[in-house]
C-alpha cells in the first residue's frame, strides 16, 4: 500500500468518525430540546432518541462548565 493509499484509507476512518460523532452530538441536542420545551423528562427523551442517559448526563455536565 502507498502512503497516498494510507492516507486516503485514513481520511475515509476519520469522516466516518466525525459523522458518528456529530448524528451523536445532534441527538443529545435535540434531547435537550425537548426536555427544555417541557415535550418530555429527560428519560423518556432519551429513550425516544436512542440516547443513553449516561451520555446524556456527560453532555448536559460538559454544556454548563462551557
Known amino acids: 500500500m502507498t502512503l497516498e ?6 481520511r ?3 469522516l466516518k468518525e466525525g459523522r458518528a460523532e456529530g448524528l451523536a452530538k445532534a ?4 434531547v435537550d430540546k425537548l426536555v427544555a420545551e417541557g415535550t ?3 428519560e423518556k427523551a432519551c ?3 436512542g440516547v443513553s442517559p449516561e451520555d446524556y ?4 455536565s460538559q454544556s454548563t462548565e462551557s
Open 27 to 30: 441527538k443529545l441536542d435535540d
Open 57 to 60: 448526563s456527560k453532555y448536559k
Open 5 to 10: 493509499d494510507s492516507l486516503k484509507v485514513e
Open 47 to 49: 429513550a425516544v432518541l
Open 12 to 14: 475515509k476512518q476519520w
Open 40 to 42: 418530555f423528562d429527560a
